[in-house]
């Protein structure tokens, strides 16, 4: 009885010596899960692609991209806390992991915290002014303009468009700073340089829709949005910008028609329901 518990507790002891043992460190096998995981994330199979990049972690835990890749996935999950952990811990093991800083700023900006999202950016930008697709540059542009700093808005996207002079998005959004300064041509000339690159931009008809509301040119900026929601019908604030078109050309009716449009979409929208109300007391 005596030999049998000795025997036992001997068994014990081995497993939780198991147990606690590191797992030895294995880039080739950590790249394997690394791989698993990016596959299973492009198919939104998130808690699957989480499990692999843990394992592919844990077999090389000093790998910054790893982190940061899971850091991705969390955010993409609302998950905002341990995107930032992930981001972090990904910026300090190594400290050039410029990416990492402009994820970590869309986790403060995601949070309204405009000011440390910028940081991050900026800091992005002084490590490496070319992150390959002008993310940091093109996010500082967007926050500048919000803050109404439309010629240091305009400065950083003409910055990213010079190193991505093909992206229509950096140019979409050159267009809307000069647009909200209101330089109108200069504007126009940028989304028709946009539609040339991409004959389906949805966003390049859109801004041009406002190019043309904010000139009262009623028909061109109404063919506009229409053209946007052929592009793409979910985009349902173009209906919002017609009927404000219409409104402001005394054609209530029709206002009121396409405004039920983009409450059928989004029922819940205060500003649409708004808009709803004051048709109705005109």
């Given at each position: 009885?005596?030999?049998?518990?000795?025997?036992?507790?001997?068994?014990?002891?081995?497993?939780?010596?198991?147990?606690?043992?590191?797992?030895?460190?294995?880039?080739?096998?950590?790249?394997?899960?690394?791989?698993?995981?990016?596959?299973?994330?492009?198919?939104?199979?998130?808690?699957?692609?989480?499990?692999?990049?843990?394992?592919?972690?844990?077999?090389?835990?000093?790998?910054?991209?790893?982190?940061?890749?899971?850091?991705?996935?969390?955010?993409?999950?609302?998950?905002?806390?341990?995107?930032?952990?992930?981001?972090?811990?990904?910026?300090?093991?190594?400290?050039?992991?410029?990416?990492?800083?402009?994820?970590?700023?869309?986790?403060?900006?995601?949070?309204?915290?405009?000011?440390?999202?910028?940081?991050?950016?900026?800091?992005?930008?002084?490590?490496?002014?070319?992150?390959d697709d002008s993310?940091?540059?093109?996010?500082?542009?967007?926050?500048?303009?919000?803050?109404?700093?439309?010629?240091?808005?305009?400065?950083?996207?003409?910055?990213?468009?010079?190193?991505?002079?093909?992206?229509?998005?950096?140019?979409?959004?050159?267009?809307?700073?000069?647009?909200?300064?209101?330089?109108?041509?200069?504007?126009?000339?940028?989304?028709?340089?946009?539609?040339?690159?991409?004959?389906?931009?949805?966003?390049?008809?859109?801004?041009?829709?406002?190019?043309?509301?904010?000139?009262?040119?009623?028909?061109?900026?109404?063919?506009?949005?229409?053209?946007?929601?052929?592009?793409?019908?979910?985009n349902i604030e173009?209906?919002?910008?017609?009927?404000?078109?219409?409104?402001?050309?005394?054609?209530?009716?029709?206002?009121?028609?396409?405004?039920?449009?983009?409450?059928?979409?989004?029922?819940?929208?205060?500003?649409?329901?708004?808009?709803?109300?004051?048709?109705?007391?005109?």
């Amino acid at each position: 009885m005596k030999l049998a518990l000795l025997f036992a507790l001997a068994i014990l002891t081995g497993l939780q010596a198991c147990g606690q043992a590191k797992v030895q460190s294995d880039p080739k096998q950590a790249q394997e899960h690394y791989r698993l995981g990016i596959e299973f994330a492009q198919h939104s199979l998130f808690k699957n692609s989480l499990e692999e990049l843990e394992l592919a972690i844990r077999f090389d835990p000093t790998n910054a991209k790893y982190h940061r890749k899971k850091g991705l996935i969390h955010f993409a999950m609302g998950e905002l806390k341990a995107a930032g952990d992930f981001f972090k811990k990904s910026i300090e093991l190594d400290p050039n992991e410029v990416q990492a800083y402009i994820n970590l700023g869309m986790v403060h900006y995601t949070q309204k915290e405009a000011e440390l999202a910028q940081a991050q950016w900026e800091k992005a930008v002084a490590l490496h002014d070319n992150d390959d697709d002008s993310k940091a540059l093109n996010n500082l542009g967007n926050l500048l303009k919000v803050q109404g700093k439309l010629d240091e808005a305009i400065a950083h996207y003409q910055k990213a468009i010079d190193q991505s002079p093909q992206n229509t998005l950096l140019i979409d959004n050159l267009a809307d700073a000069y647009r909200q300064k209101g330089e109108f041509a200069k504007a126009e000339d940028l989304l028709k340089t946009s539609l040339s690159l991409n004959a389906n931009g949805m966003m390049a008809f859109y801004n041009l829709g406002l190019v043309y509301k904010d000139q009262n040119k009623a028909l061109e900026a109404i063919e506009a949005f229409n053209q946007s929601l052929a592009i793409n019908p979910g985009n349902i604030e173009s209906y919002y910008q017609i009927a404000t078109v219409l409104k402001a050309n005394n054609d209530i009716a029709s206002a009121k028609t396409v405004i039920a449009k983009a409450l059928e979409a989004n029922p819940e929208n205060a500003k649409y329901k708004e808009f709803l109300k004051s048709l109705e007391s005109s």
